[in-house]
């Protein structure tokens, strides 16, 4: 098994406890997923651009980004958007767009067997 790195922000190192716990407990792989690609060094954690949502995500889905949401494209589609951090005018344009920005941690515990989510990395 691979070494496990400590984070030194605390707040990611409460999600990922969070996330493995919840992996476990309701048999949801995809928060694992998400737990082992916010384990990664920050030089491999490639951040997403409100334009590959677009591109990539279908109206009405709900998806779970693992890292952080730049605000470069434009989005038209409503989304439900889970990520670790959101910029500014990121979060502005997934609202504008009717949809709604939250933290991993609150589409964790509003889904927590991950059910209806997608990873997009």
């Known amino acids: 098994m691979a070494e496990r790195r400590r984070k030194g922000n ?37 951040p997403m651009n409100v334009g590959q949502l677009e ?32 910029s500014t005018e990121a979060r502005g344009k997934v609202r504008a767009a009717g949809g709604t920005a939250v933290s991993l941690a609150e589409l964790l515990k509003a889904r927590p067997d991950g059910s209806g989510v997608r990873l997009l990395a």
């Open 10 to 46: 605390p707040t990611l190192a409460r999600l990922l406890v969070e996330l493995r716990k919840n992996a476990r407990a309701h048999s949801a792989p995809i928060w694992a997923a998400v737990a082992e690609r916010l384990e990664r060094p920050r030089h491999q954690l490639v």
């Open 55 to 86: 591109r990539l995500a279908n109206a009405g889905e709900t998806v779970a980004v693992a890292g952080k949401l730049l605000a470069d494209g434009r989005l038209a589609k409503q989304l439900t958007v889970g990520a670790f951090a959101f």
